[in-house]
């Protein structure tokens, strides 16, 4: 089954991307890109047992209140 992607534009923290780009460096074997990367986080953030929608308003919580 074809996978269809979609591009998305957003912006990101400076320091998430260096976290990003370590993370890429770090799997120099494997070849990722920083799409990749999102994309993975992503999906892992979307099958989880907790529901997308709770989990996304307690981290949106947290960031605003500078906890993450």
């Keep these: 089954m074809k996978v269809v992607k979609i591009k998305v534009g957003f912006a990101i923290d400076e320091e998430i991307i260096k976290e990003f780009d370590s993370a890429a460096e770090s799997s120099r074997d494997l070849q990722t890109?920083?799409?990749?990367?999102?994309n993975a986080i992503l999906a892992a953030?979307?099958?989880s047992q907790?529901?997308?929608v709770e989990k996304a308003r307690k981290?949106?919580?947290m960031r605003?209140?500078?906890l993450i």
């Design 33 to 38: 890109s920083r799409s990749e990367l999102v």
């Design 45 to 47: 953030f979307f099958n």
């Design 50 to 52: 907790e529901r997308p």
């Design 59 to 61: 981290l949106l919580i």
């Design 64 to 66: 605003r209140k500078k």
